[in-house]
Structure formats: C-alpha cells, structure tokens
C-alpha cells in the first residue's frame, strides 16, 4: 500500500511539473505576442487580427472537440489579439 502511494506522489508531481512548464510556455507567448503587437502600426495589427479570427472562424473543430473546448480557444485568442498584457 506504501509503495502503490508513493508512486502515486510521484505521478502527482510529475503532473505538477509538467503543469508548470506549460504556465511558463503560455506566458512566454503571450509576452513574445504583445510586443511584436506593439510595434506593429494600428493597420497591421487590425489585418493580423482579422486574419487569426477568421482562420478561426473558417476551421471548423472535430465532432470530438467538444463545443466548450473550442469556445474557450477562441476565447484566449480574441483576448491576447485584442486585450494584450500591459
């Protein structure tokens, strides 16, 4: 029983830890994101926009991707594109 909850531990901090690597990627883009944002003029970052949201929009998700998955995709895009970090 010991070893069946140590081995749990460990699987359980390899998830930790793998959790924290992707926080760490996704904030790493986000960042590399809004600064190339920034130093676009307004017209080229309106295109760039309006091209992501509508290859977004022209994809049409799996039937196995369920609804919520991809709203929420579409979510964080229009959020990094149109509301940047400051």
């Given at each position: 029983m010991k070893n069946l909850i140590a081995e749990?531990?460990?699987?359980?901090a390899q998830k930790e830890e793998e959790s924290k690597e992707l926080v760490a990627q996704v904030e790493a883009l986000e960042i590399v994101v809004t600064a190339l944002l920034r130093q676009m003029a307004q017209s080229d970052q309106q295109a760039?926009?309006?091209s992501v949201e509508g290859?977004?929009?022209a994809v049409r998700p799996d039937s196995?991707?369920?609804e919520q998955d991809s709203e929420m995709l579409q979510?964080?895009?229009k959020k990094l594109l149109r509301h940047p970090r400051s």
């Open positions: 749990l531990l460990v699987k359980l760039l926009i309006r290859a977004l929009d196995l991707v369920p979510q964080y895009v």
